[in-house]
């Protein structure tokens, strides 16, 4: 993806949108883990789907709903601050942060078959490339 003006801009107003989404699940969901747990989880099966769907592949698609939107959703930072501030578990912390990931992963691959499946194809002459 070649860096323009009017990438930085989708990847803005994307972020913007996906942040502002993130900071209300924050909001409405009064437990820090089950929020992070929501926005992360959420957000990558998002993101796969993102992936999935050929109406998603454009430059500016992928700038404003990958790049933006589900990196403005999602965050590593609160996953980090969340483990610091509750390293006294002992190894409940890194379990939880590990099965985090590993249910991201998941997440990730369930967006990404749901987008291929019920997402648009692509045209025949890109498919046969």
Excluded: H
């Excluded at 989404?21 to 924050?26: A, G, H, I, N, Q």
């Amino acid at each position: 993806m070649k860096i323009t003006g009017r990438i930085i801009l989708f990847t803005y107003l994307g972020g913007a949108i996906g942040t502002l989404l993130r900071f209300w699940v924050s909001v409405s969901v009064t437990q820090n883990l089950v929020s992070l747990m929501i926005v992360n989880l959420l957000g990558a099966a998002a993101l796969g789907w993102f992936n999935g769907d050929y109406r998603f592949a454009s430059e500016d698609s992928k700038a404003f709903w990958s790049v933006g939107f589900a990196g403005g959703f999602t965050t590593m930072s609160g996953v980090a601050i969340w483990f610091v501030d509750y390293a006294t578990f002992g190894v409940g912390a890194p379990i939880i942060v590990l099965l985090m990931f590993a249910l991201g992963i998941f997440c990730y691959w369930s967006g990404l078959l749901l987008g291929r499946r019920f997402g648009t194809d692509a045209p025949a002459e890109e498919a046969a490339k």
